[in-house]
């Protein structure tokens, strides 16, 4: 019997691993539907985001018509309240000109009775002297017949002497000619009666022309005419007046000019405040863009930002023109502007440290140094044109007796020239101070400007040139640098500060004390100033050393003339910030030895350095 067997396979299932399969569905199930979660959040959000950017360009749009219609609406009240002004100015000439008129027509009438009264006057002189010449020719004529007596009436007239007759003949005859004489005398009487007329009338019109009269009965009536025109500011004279036909020479007052801007006002243009004629536009702010009342002209603020209220002046930024609720306000120019401006990268002058106001433009130097309008009318530009400058620092120095014999160059720079030469001259600046100028003594490789950049379209600078030079050490002083596109006055200050600097190493004083040797150069800086707040020099003067050594143009460049009245003002600026300067070295230096100065003199105060070493 044979053994047969059969065997099943072990079909077993882990269970663990079915759990694990479904888990990892289950893992990418809530995978799937995160991912679409977060897909629906996205949409949603980038929904939200669109209709909220669709939103704030609504209100933009919003926000800029109604900007747009305030603007309009601005503009409309500004030309209605100019056409008033403009109404008002022609009413007040419509007046001046009809009480003119008025007294023109006065006076012409006083003219023509004065005249009318001299006319009548001259015929009823001249019909006297005529009834008197005709009462005398009937004498004369009487007389002429009566020379010879009748003779004795006879019957036979037997007793008449024959020659009778002839004799009363010839006596008739001679009262004829007689007659005819003065009748030629009549006749010459009309013509010099003739000539006396003119004569009168001429005087006359001498008298209506404000020539005194020779009449003395009617002085005293010429008089009151003469004082009557010259109070109306005219001058009237009449014509022909023998010919009753008087007309009037009106000549035109001199044009008025504009109190504000002090320019010509066309006829009729003009608004009257306090006797002064103004242009309309002038009258405005130029922060709330209201007119300037004329009760508030007296009290208004004007610079050269504009004109201003006095209360908007203290309320507005000058930047933005915005109401101010917490203000900035500059030391020195006492400008309020909003806070954020000192931060929001508005351009502010290299010179005068002011803001630029937005709606103007500041001129952009080739270094990225701006610059204000008012600064670059006086900037000087290259080393040319500064040279005029350069010989009236050291004629200032000789007049100190502190003469510097020793020639050397004098360039404008550019920023990164001066950095440049800072780095080589091996000049430690720790306290990071802006370096305007600098006293080389080192030979050193130098670009300089050699022509200065001009004004073109869009306020932008074009056509500047510069040259690279090797100043060489024939003296402790190699070349003083300077920035260029400053204006004249704080050139001059630097160049002075710096002049001082080459005096002292030019007479051996290389080792000093750093604080005093700077506070001496600033000192010397701030005298310069000082002079310059007075009558201006005369360059011919001025410059008389220097005028052979420099071209015509040149020469005459350096005449300084009288400043405006913003360089006088720029000038207090940078006395000013000599005087509140609080640098550990520029600041106390100056302050020690301004006081040196002060009690003593200017050479006691040098000596007193140089000991000190």
């Known amino acids: 019997m044979g053994w047969c067997s059969c065997f099943k396979p072990f079909t077993s299932v882990d269970p663990f691993e079915e759990e694990t399969g479904l888990a990892l569905e289950v893992s990418r199930l809530e995978a799937d539907i995160q991912e679409a979660e977060q897909v629906a959040l996205a949409m949603e959000e980038s929904s939200r985001e669109e209709e909220e950017e669709r939103r704030r360009t609504r209100e933009r749009e919003e926000e800029r018509r109604r900007i747009k219609v305030i603007e309009e609406e601005r503009r409309r009240i500004r030309m209605i309240e100019v056409d008033a002004q403009i109404a008002n100015g022609f009413l007040y000439e419509d007046r001046k000109r009809q009480n003119n008129y008025n007294s023109a027509l006065e006076d012409e009438q006083l ?20 009834v008197k010449k005709d009462e005398q020719l009937a004498a004369i004529v009487q007389e002429s017949l009566n020379m010879v007596e009748s003779p004795p009436r006879t019957e036979n007239h037997k007793s008449i002497p024959r020659s009778a007759p002839l004799d009363v003949d010839e006596q008739l005859a001679k009262a004829i000619e007689e007659s005819l004489k003065v009748k030629g005398k009549g006749k010459q009487f009309e013509d010099e009666q003739v000539k006396k007329d003119e004569q009168l009338a001429a005087i006359v019109q001498e008298s209506l022309n404000m020539v005194d009269s020779p009449l003395d009965e009617d002085e005293q009536l010429d008089k009151i005419i003469r004082e009557s025109l010259k109070g109306k500011g005219q001058i009237k004279q009449s014509k022909d007046e023998v010919e009753d036909d008087e007309k009037l020479l009106k000549v035109d007052p001199p044009r008025s000019m504009c109190g504000g801007c002090n320019s010509e006002i066309e006829h009729g243009r003009s608004v009257d405040v306090l006797g002064v004629p103004w242009h309309p536009e002038c009258l405005w702010c130029d922060a709330c863009h209201k007119p300037i009342a004329i009760h508030e002209v007296e009290n208004h603020v004007s610079n050269s930002r504009g004109k201003f209220h006095k209360s908007c002046y203290n309320r507005y930024c000058y930047v933005c023109k915005e109401k101010v609720k917490i203000i900035n306000q500059h030391h020195f120019w006492k400008e309020n502007y909003c806070p954020a401006h000192d931060s929001d990268k508005t351009p502010k002058c290299c010179s005068c440290e002011r803001l630029q106001p937005r709606g103007t433009n500041f001129v952009m130097l080739g270094d990225s140094r701006q610059l204000c309008l008012e600064c670059m009318d006086s900037a000087v530009m290259d080393t040319y044109e500064v040279q005029p400058l350069h010989f009236e620092i050291r004629e200032y120095f000789e007049g100190l007796n502190m003469k510097i014999e020793k020639e050397f160059p004098f360039l404008l720079v550019e920023k990164q020239a001066l950095n440049e030469a800072e780095k080589e001259e091996k000049i430690d600046n720790q306290y990071e101070l802006v370096t305007r100028g600098i006293c080389l003594s080192e030979a050193q490789t130098v670009t300089s400007v050699s022509k200065g950049p001009r004004l073109g379209p869009n306020k932008q600078l074009t056509g500047m040139a510069t040259e690279s030079q090797r100043v060489v050490r024939e003296c402790e002083v190699t070349a003083i640098l300077i920035l260029y596109g400053l204006p004249r006055l704080l050139t ?122």
Not at 111 to 130: D, I, P
Not at 597 to 603: D, G, I, R
């Open 111 to 130: 003219a023509k009775t004065l005249a009318k009264s001299l006319k009548e006057k001259g015929k009823r002189e001249q019909f006297e002297e005529q």
């Open 492 to 613: 001059g200050y630097i160049l002075a500060h710096e002049m001082m600097h080459a005096y002292l190493r030019l007479n051996g004083h290389r080792i000093l004390n750093n604080v005093l040797e700077e506070g001496i150069c600033q000192v010397l800086g701030h005298m310069w100033l000082e002079s310059q707040t007075y009558a201006a020099i005369d360059a011919a003067a001025s410059s008389s050393a220097s005028s052979s050594r420099l071209p015509l143009a040149a020469a005459s460049a350096s005449k300084k003339g009288e400043c405006s009245d913003f360089e006088k003002k720029l000038v207090e600026f940078c006395k000013n910030q000599i005087e509140e300067d609080d640098s550990p070295i520029y600041g106390l230096g100056f302050k020690k030895v301004y006081e040196m100065v002060s009690n003593s003199s200017l050479q006691e105060t040098l000596k007193e350095i140089i000991r000190q070493g």
